[in-house]
């Protein structure tokens, strides 16, 4: 991992070079969880660039990137280890024989369980376990960038769980005992916002809200991922997301799907936006039918007051 960050406009010109666009604040808060080695809470509206923040991260810091996907039921077994069982198994039926000398003159159960407790251990040792994602950020020879995304979608177990991992970068396995960071991971949660976290887990974390951007950064964005992009049809682009974020919508406009919609229009060799175009293309924009619905009986008079 980059051990050294001269400055924020260091952050935010790395990430300009890979394609992400963000302002101060956001390449501030990077820059001091990276100085400070604190996990950063990143909340905000799905589709503004929570996750591709983090891989912005990673690729600034050269260092890997490990995700973990939250969901509702995920529990320790998914995120941090597994015995692989089916090895265990294995094991057990090619040790057979060794399994039954082992107990030969062990008079009744108590006996017998009692030489089998060492062999039992061993079938909990390295050689049997699984790690996954943050057992792996732990135990990693160089510094991570270790994503947990989504964090919100996980059940408060599982945020409970995370908060040792947090606060002291160290995990307890009830069967080895406690694993400690080789090298501290720079940390990001990412969060929509779907559920309240607790006050808990964000005292142990920086935090940052990114908005949907204003009309003049997302003209920026856009400009860097679709350059080919005339700056009018842009701009004009820009103009009705923005007035669309402005409506009562289920799911407004993200900006990969402006991003998306863009390279759209280029494929459709479109120069000037018009209601019936975008019409046809509403469903890049808005996923939720009623949002459809909403958008195209306002349609006339958001083009109309556009035009204006």
Same mark, same amino acid.
């Given at each position: 991992?980059?051990?050294?960050?001269?400055?924020?406009?260091?952050?935010?010109?790395?990430?300009?070079?890979?394609?992400?666009?963000?302002?101060?604040?956001?390449?501030?808060?990077?820059?001091?969880?990276?100085?400070?080695?604190?996990?950063?809470?990143?909340?905000?509206?799905?589709?503004?660039?929570?996750?591709?923040?983090?891989?912005?991260?990673?690729?600034?810091?050269?260092?890997?990137?490990?995700?973990?996907?939250?969901?509702?039921?995920?529990?320790?077994?998914?995120?941090?280890?597994?015995?692989?069982?089916?090895?265990?198994?294995?094991?057990?039926?090619?040790?057979?024989?060794?399994?039954?000398?082992?107990?030969?003159?062990?008079?009744?159960?108590?006996?017998?369980?009692?030489?089998?407790?060492?062999?039992?251990?061993?079938?909990?040792?390295?050689?049997? =376990?699984?790690?996954?994602? /943050?057992?792996? +950020? @732990?135990?990693?020879?160089?510094?991570?960038? #270790? !994503?947990?995304? *989504?964090? $919100?979608?996980?059940?408060?177990?599982?945020?409970?769980?995370?908060?040792?991992?947090?606060?002291?970068?160290?995990?307890?396995?009830?069967?080895?005992?406690?694993?400690?960071?080789?090298?501290?991971?720079?940390?990001?949660?990412?969060?929509?916002?779907?559920?309240?976290?607790?006050?808990?887990?964000?005292?142990?974390?920086?935090?940052?809200?990114?908005?949907?951007?204003?009309?003049?950064?997302?003209?920026?964005?856009?400009?860097?991922?679709?350059?080919?992009?005339?700056?009018?049809?842009?701009?004009?682009?820009?103009?009705?997301?923005?007035?669309?974020?402005?409506?009562?919508?289920?799911?407004?406009?993200?900006?990969?799907?402006?991003?998306?919609?863009?390279?759209?229009?280029?494929? =459709?060799?479109?120069?000037? /936006?018009?209601? +019936? @175009?975008?019409?046809?293309?509403?469903?890049? #924009? !808005?996923?939720? *039918?009623? $949002?459809?619905?909403?958008?195209?009986?306002?349609?006339?008079?958001?083009?109309?007051?556009?035009?204006?």
């Amino acid at each position: 991992m980059k051990t050294r960050i001269q400055s924020v406009a260091e952050v935010r010109d790395s990430f300009a070079r890979q394609g992400y666009i963000c302002n101060d604040q956001i390449a501030l808060a990077v820059y001091l969880a990276a100085q400070l080695r604190k996990p950063i809470l990143v909340e905000g509206p799905p589709g503004v660039g929570k996750t591709e923040l983090a891989k912005a991260s990673a690729a600034f810091l050269e260092a890997p990137l490990i995700r973990l996907q939250c969901y509702e039921g995920l529990d320790e077994a998914r995120a941090l280890y597994e015995w692989k069982y089916g090895k265990q198994l294995l094991y057990t039926q090619l040790l057979r024989e060794q399994l039954g000398g082992a107990l030969q003159g062990a008079d009744d159960l108590q006996a017998s369980m009692a030489r089998l407790g060492d062999l039992g251990d061993a079938f909990y040792s390295e050689a049997f =376990l699984e790690p996954r994602p /943050l057992l792996q +950020a @732990l135990r990693a020879d160089e510094a991570t960038v #270790l !994503l947990i995304d *989504e964090v $919100d979608k996980a059940d408060q177990e599982f945020e409970a769980f995370l908060l040792e991992l947090l606060s002291d970068y160290q995990i307890s396995i009830p069967e080895l005992g406690t694993v400690k960071a080789r090298h501290e991971p720079l940390v990001f949660l990412t969060s929509n916002n779907s559920r309240e976290l607790s006050d808990a887990l964000k005292r142990r974390c920086l935090h940052l809200f990114i908005p949907f951007p204003d009309a003049a950064l997302e003209q920026n964005i856009i400009a860097v991922r679709v350059p080919e992009a005339p700056a009018e049809l842009r701009a004009q682009l820009v103009d009705f997301v923005q007035r669309l974020r402005q409506m009562d919508l289920k799911k407004q406009p993200a900006i990969s799907e402006s991003i998306d919609w863009a390279k759209a229009l280029l494929l =459709l060799h479109v120069d000037v /936006l018009d209601a +019936a @175009l975008v019409d046809s293309t509403l469903n890049l #924009l !808005l996923k939720h *039918e009623e $949002d459809l619905r909403q958008v195209r009986d306002a349609l006339p008079s958001l083009i109309s007051s556009r035009r204006a």
